[in-house]
């Protein structure tokens, strides 16, 4: 019996020009009259998911900041930030490999240089955060930040620097996200990680979990739910940690999905 349904955002409930699966909302309240919770863990910050939050009418704990941080409604209920101590030396080490990134604070976003996978972000996020342009010779050392996306045009260019970062800070999450973006995060800080806190705080048991992914930053969610849901778009590789598949994010995978497995 399934109790508590998590589901990414990008890729997985919004279609590629990022319109929320139009059946969903409609969904959920069945879902509700069955008693079953649905909410949402994504890599994106609080700005970019209040509307969805608003928009779907979720009432429970989400998950953002690709398990950084949870919040419900409006209110942080846990933050893993990324230790203050790394915080300088790994943006140094990515500015001096040329590698364009975005380091989210709850006020500030810190950028260095330009990539069109980042520009999205940035237009989302105007007037919503304070734009601040890194260069090495800031003190960050009191700088508060969940998380900071990469971007590069292929995946084996960031190898050394990751490899790097993750022999001077093994505790951190260093991962692809999705494409060719990548993420580094608080190594506590996991959607996977995030859905157990939820759970327990709700008295859900793994078998009880059911989660809907697409890409690389959704593999701990799979490994904490009881049926896991890979979208059509997903790579190989996801769909091979799933034990369902759904239709692709931009035919209404998930509330097709929803619909039949439960008989809506």
Known sequence: ????????????????????????????????????????????????????????????????????????????????????????????ILENGNFPFLAYSETDLYMYSSHSLLEGFKVRLKNKLNFVEFDSSMKLNNVELFKITIATDDVNEIKEVKDKIERLYPSLNFKRSEGTLFSITNGEATKGNAIKTIADMMNVKKEEIMIFGDNYNDITMFDVAGVGVAMGNSDEEIKALATHNALDNNHNGVSEFLEKYFSL
Request: hydrophobic share 40%.
């Open 1 to 92: 019996m399934i109790k508590l349904i998590v589901a990414d955002c990008d890729g997985t409930i919004l279609d590629d020009n990022k319109k929320i699966d139009p059946q969903l909302k409609t969904v959920i309240t069945e879902l509700e009259k069955k008693n079953i919770t649905f909410t949402l863990a994504s890599g994106r910050n609080i700005f970019l998911m209040s509307e969805i939050i608003d928009d779907l009418n979720i009432q429970c704990p989400y998950i953002i900041n690709n398990g950084a941080s949870i919040y419900q409604g409006n209110k942080s209920i846990k933050n893993y930030l990324l230790p203050k101590e790394s915080i300088h030396e790994i943006l140094s």
